[in-house]
Every structure is written in structure tokens, then in C-alpha cells.
């Protein structure tokens, strides 16, 4: 079964962090993680990670009463920020939520899991 991760940061340390050079703590966190990517490459539970673009470089693409509006930015003030995703392939919920709670550990920030809708989705 794939789940995707979503990882969210509170935008005030977004905005910090990409206005600046990483500090040592992000840089060893992240450090951490490309440790623990390994591991899930070598156990064939690794998919696809990415990091995300600024939300000031978002488009929101809504409809509306006259048709489709694209507009720059978020559609609204956030307090966290969409800062990445990955994609795993494991064999249940259970194992997602071990793989993510050792990567909220390592990265201190909180991760949702969705399951993504496939043949093998139940």
C-alpha cells in the first residue's frame, strides 16, 4: 500500500530558514533524515521526496461564479506551511505511522498520512 507524507513547518520558521543559510541544527536534522531515506531506500519502502517551492510563489486556482480564477499566493494566511512530501510504499497503516513518527522525531515537525487510492487500496 503507498501513503503519501505531507510535512508542515510553522511559516515563521520558513520564512527564516529560506531567508537565511540553514543553521546547524536544521543542517544536522536534515542530516538525520537522509540517514533514515537510506534505510527506506534499502528496505524498498522509499517512493519519491520532494521539497516544496515558498508558498509566495503559489498559485491557488479556484472556481467561482463567472468560471476558474487563478491567483498568486496562498488562498489563505497560514500558520503552517506545506514544506514537503514524500511517498512510501509499506505493507500497512501501522508500519506508515512507525516510518513517520521516526521521521517527526528526527525533523521535529508534524507529518500527516494519507493513504493513496490505488488497486491495492482498501
Known amino acids: 500500500?503507498?501513503?503519501l507524507l505531507l510535512s508542515y513547518t510553522p511559516a515563521q520558521?520558513?520564512?527564516a530558514e529560506t531567508a537565511d543559510v540553514p543553521g546547524e541544527e536544521a543542517l544536522a536534522a536534515f542530516a538525520a533524515y537522509q540517514k533514515f531515506e537510506a534505510e527506506l531506500r534499502e528496505s524498498g519502502?522509499?517512493?519519491l521526496s520532494e521539497g516544496l517551492g515558498h508558498p509566495a510563489v503559489t498559485t491557488t486556482v479556484r472556481k467561482v461564479d463567472d468560471g476558474v480564477v487563478a491567483t498568486d499566493g496562498p488562498f489563505a494566511e497560514l500558520k503552517e506551511v506545506l514544506a514537503s512530501f514524500a511517498i512510501?510504499?509499506?505493507s500497512s497503516?501501522?508500519?506508515a505511522r512507525d516510518i513517520v513518527a521516526r521521521m517527526v522525531d528526527v525533523l521535529g515537525e508534524p507529518m500527516e498520512i494519507r493513504p493513496i487510492m490505488g488497486d491495492?487500496?482498501?
Open 1 to 3: 500500500m503507498k501513503f
Open 45 to 47: 519502502e522509499f517512493v
Open 13 to 15: 520558521s520558513w520564512d
Open 88 to 90: 512510501i510504499e509499506c
Open 120 to 122: 491495492d487500496f482498501a
Open 93 to 95: 497503516h501501522e508500519r
